[in-house]
């Protein structure tokens, strides 16, 4: 029950922000640029089946929300990883350009929002995933680190 509000609040706050803001998303920033960095860190890992710094990026206290996988925590979630490159070996994953949206969480840290594909090459075919996530990043002790994980749209 727990599990089910947490996501609908996540889910309403998405809701909320997307439908609020008509203004241009702010990409200049040094708290956007700094996201977009991370982001880009975890992804690069993940696209070069580095578990080593996944391990680093994900706290350990992580609540992973996949609207297919169900709530999964970190030893769970990093044994995904390690399933997930095992099978599929050429999996990568993209960020949609111009879909990628940060808003600070004052004394915690960011929230990242935003749209990926995720590729690979099954039975001689492409294959394309497009879904969105939404990302909650705590700095602490000089670390940025993601401690919620919402993945939809699969």
């Known amino acids: 029950m727990k599990t089910a509000i947490r996501i609908f609040f996540c889910l309403a706050f998405l809701f909320i922000i997307k439908s609020a803001s008509a203004q241009d998303k702010p990409t200049h920033s040094a708290l956007y640029q700094t ?3 991370m982001d ?66 004052p004394g915690f840290g960011a929230i990242e929002i935003g749209t990926h594909r995720f590729i690979h090459i099954e039975n001689g075919q492409t294959q394309i995933g497009v879904y969105q996530f939404i990302h909650t990043w705590q700095f602490k002790d000089g670390q940025w680190t993601v401690t919620r994980v919402i993945s939809v749209g699969h």
């Open 35 to 37: 996201i977009f960095h």
């Open 40 to 105: 880009s860190v975890m992804f690069n890992a993940f696209n070069t089946h580095d578990l080593e710094v996944i391990k680093k990026v994900f706290a350990p206290n992580v609540e992973f929300y996949h609207d297919r996988g169900g709530l999964q925590n970190y030893e769970k979630v990093i044994s995904g990883f390690k399933g997930i490159f095992a099978a599929t070996p050429d999996l990568h994953r993209e960020l949609v350009p111009g879909s990628l949206e940060v808003y600070p969480i």
